[in-house]
């Protein structure tokens, strides 16, 4: 069974930088042609929405339109980790921050929460002005 555990939130100032971790557990390569691991944050009283992915050979990225410049997401095998490296926080990127794997895709990344399987239990990351 794939877990995944996020990391590295906290309490930052605009302008500030932080990076989040994401630990993936079980057997993901071997298994299935091709996954994605992506982040998503949810706001409160918002949907939850996409924030940037990683294919898992790490051959293709994608990014919101609101983080595009600011974020970015990088991933290492060997340890079977993802990570999302902000920079220039802002307020409007206070949310929680979901890691989640896509076992499914044949067409890259993808944005959409329903095509994800698994996710993590959130980390929460808050931009203070």
């Known amino acids: 069974q794939v877990q995944l555990v996020e990391s590295g939130g906290g309490l930052v100032q605009t302008g500030d930088s932080l990076r989040l971790s994401c630990a993936v557990s079980?057997?993901?390569?071997?298994?299935?042609?091709?996954?994605?691991v992506a982040w998503f944050r949810q706001a409160p009283g918002m949907e939850r929405e996409f924030v940037a992915g990683i294919t898992g050979t790490g051959s293709s990225t994608a990014y919101a339109d609101s983080v595009k410049g600011r974020f970015t997401i990088s991933g290492d095998n060997a340890k079977n980790m993802v990570y999302l490296q902000m920079s220039n926080l802002n307020a409007e990127d206070t949310a929680v921050y979901y890691c989640?794997?896509?076992?499914?895709?044949?067409?890259?990344?993808?944005?959409?929460?329903?095509?994800?399987?698994?996710w993590g239990q959130g980390t929460q990351v808050t931009v203070s002005s």
């Open positions: 079980g057997r993901i390569i071997g298994y299935w042609v091709s996954y994605v």
């Open positions: 989640a794997l896509d076992r499914a895709t044949i067409s890259g990344v993808r944005r959409s929460p329903p095509d994800y399987d698994t």
